[in-house]
């Protein structure tokens, strides 16, 4: 009873609002007492609604109270906490129903802080204090609370399980070690904690790795997409300016043709008139003499005939119908055809380029997967030929330069800066950006089937002229017997069934170069992952013997 007592001390003697003991008490007109702070802060909130309540009964005060401290109940409050007494909790310290309860707590029981593994109990900060002070409590093994303690209890033989059968893969305790789990490989579970906290540590860090692997790769696609949304920002900001220029132009062309065809019309009309003048003063003489020659013939007097016939017979000399040069109503129409071809050679130079800046070659974001048939690489299949002005001297190009022979003798070239002076070699004329994809067929001796950059030197023996030996061309060299890639002066064997035809496919923007051995199936030797800067040409390089053949296939 004299517990209860205190209780009801304690509340009585508490604020509302803050929960606390009451600190500077006033009362309102309703009689309940708050920390003036505390009523204050909650009228202020109420201030903008002219009507100030008592967070307790409700009841409404119009105006606002004016509140005084209550002396007397601030002289108790102090004498009682001087003898004792001490704040309630608070609601918040009390256990929810999602909380972990004090076990020992009676009554409205405080939230546990720890549980005992040992005890299989939980404790609030109160009753936690006996394992921080007894000596054989402090050994106990304390966790954060939990509400499945009881889970570490043998259904069984209602013992703590502090041993693990690993042959069942089952916490057990003591007994059941020794009955039912007798001869399996059994350990305490600590030792068995231990195990799996190694193997945790290393499956964390194995994640971890795998997170920052991936957090590089998003990082690599972000730039890619910023790298796209630039160059696409930009492209679109080119194109209008470039579109903007030819219709200009265009309206430049339209003016001057227009100015052109009014001052030829302007000349032509005043030429036609001045000529029109002209024949119409020579009719109006005409007329007139012949109406004089008129009235002459009728004359009965044959003297005075014969007088003025003379005089009236002769004409001035006419206007020569030669030089009224009449064009032809279709004159201006020659302007108009003119035009029309102009315009048919427009459509027809952007309907070929256009293809460079279609949908189908200007992959903005994510490459189409590389094809798995044959017949899917044919559909990105190009043309190709050798350009005879890059052929070393000893290589004779044949079959409208698709084809390329190791002779002994050099041919009849004429000296070029881009002739390739000590490797045989030959590059070929297209450029190659998008998706491309083409076959050589091979006979003889060694071929090296590659790309190269425009740049790549022509000139002397070093490293930078010959196809693989540099960062300017990846190059596959097929031997009779064997295949190795070439890049950068590094030499990969590469393994994969020997064939005559080697099938190259070539994604420009996803940086994908594909080597594959041709026959009756199509077999991948080798593929390269990288980022291409520049277009690229194809390139053959042929070995000895004399006789060695490398040919551009026509693929159907």
Known sequence: MAQKGVQLDRETFSCSICLDLLKDPVATPCGHSYCMKCIKAHWDKEDKKKIHSCPQCRQSFTPRPVLLKNTMLAALVEELKKTGLQAAPADHCYAGAEDVACDVCTGRKLRACKSCLQCLASYCDKHLQRHYDVAQLKKHKLVEPSMKLQENICSRHDEVMKMFCRTDQQCICYLCSVDEHKGHDTVSAAEERTKRQRELEGSRLNIQQRIQDREKEVKLLQQEVEAVNGSADKAVEDSEKMFTELIRLMAKRSSDVKQQVRSQQKREVSRVKELQEKLEQEMAELKRRDAELKLLSHTEDHNQF???????????????????????????????????????????????????????????????????????????????????????TQLLLSEGSRKATRMGQRQSYSSRPDRFTDYPQVLSRESLTGRCYWEVERKGGTVSVAVTYKNISRAGIGGECGFGNNDKSWS?????????????????????????????????????????????????????????????????????????????????
């Not at 189409?368 to 299949?381: H, V």
């Not at 199509?522 to 060695?548: D, I, N, S």
Request: contains cysteine.
């Open 476 to 556: 596959l060299e097929c031997n009779q017997n064997s295949y190795s890639f070439r890049y950068n002066n590094i030499n990969t064997p590469v393994s994969g069934p020997q064939s005559s035809r080697v099938g190259v496919y070539l994604d420009h923007r996803a940086g994908i170069l594909s080597f594959y051995s041709i026959s009756e199936t199509m077999t991948l030797l080798h593929r390269v992952q990288t980022t291409f800067t520049q277009p690229l040409h194809a390139g053959v390089r042929l070995y000895y013997p004399h006789g060695t053949t490398a040919e551009l296939c026509k693929l159907k």
């Open 306 to 392: 014969l007088l003025s016939y003379p005089s009236l017979s002769a004409l001035s000399e006419p206007t020569h119908s030669s030089s009224i040069n009449i064009r032809p109503l279709s004159y201006f129409e020659d302007v108009t055809a003119a035009l029309s071809a102009v315009r048919d050679k427009l459509q027809d130079v952007l309907r070929e380029e256009w293809t460079n800046v279609s949908p189908t070659e200007v992959d903005v974001l994510l490459s189409a997967a590389e094809p798995t048939t044959r017949a899917g690489f044919f559909k990105y299949s190009k043309e190709i030929t050798l350009d005879p002005n890059t052929a070393f």
